[in-house]
């Protein structure tokens, strides 16, 4: 996946300034997709050369002449032609994990506290993402298509963050060789 999908797909939920997509960018997309203010930046001005999207100054922005970018036809088009291809399965590359394999062979090394503290940061995610899910997915409330999908990317959040909270209270008890 390139930055630039992620990008489109942030803007055709709302057009935004180059500041505030990258400050929705982290609330959102940003949990999957990491990417600095810099290079979402840079996105932007690729983009808008390619003909993907085009900025404009609202009149709303007074001194700041912030820009606002929406994406155009030829954006729409991209974003579609991507989604459309088959997605590879994600590549895990975990450095905790060959630090881990580390520990099993050398024997020396105790690395139960960085598995509590892996597992602090895991609860302290899942916890923000039961927050968007009570917030944004009511129970009470009909969902529609597009709803359903976001909610069920959260639950993916969700199920993953629950999972490695599970797999690190194994490894420490794994670790304790109780």
């Known amino acids: 996946m390139s930055l630039a999908h992620a990008v489109l797909t942030s803007l055709l939920e709302k057009a935004s300034s180059g500041y505030d997509l990258a400050r929705r960018f982290d609330k959102s997309i940003g949990y999957f997709w990491h990417a600095t203010h810099q290079q979402i930046y840079r996105e932007l001005a ?3 050369a390619a003909g993907w999207v085009e900025a404009s100054i609202p009149a709303d922005a007074g001194k700041t002449r912030k820009k ?17 291809q088959e997605a590879p399965p994600m590549d895990l590359r ?12 050398l024997g020396e090394v105790d690395l139960s506290p960085e598995v509590r503290r892996h597992i602090a940061l895991h609860e302290e995610r899942l916890a923000q ?10 129970s009470t409330r009909a969902l529609s298509r597009g709803q359903r999908i ?7 959040g969700i199920l993953y963050e629950q999972g490695e909270i599970d797999w690190g ?3 420490l008890t794994a670790m304790e060789g109780a």
């Not at 993402?129 to 009511?138: A, G, K, N, S």
């Not at 976001?150 to 993916?156: F, G, P």
């Open 150 to 156: 976001q909610y069920m990317i959260l639950k993916k």
């Open 94 to 105: 975990d450095e905790f994990t060959v630090k881990l394999r580390a520990d099993a062979v």
């Open 129 to 138: 993402y039961r927050e968007i899910e009570t917030r944004d997915f009511p």
């Open 68 to 84: 606002e970018y929406r994406v155009l036809a030829a954006g729409r088009q991209e974003l579609a032609r991507w989604a459309q």
């Open 46 to 48: 690729r983009m808008e």
């Open 169 to 171: 209270r194994e490894m």
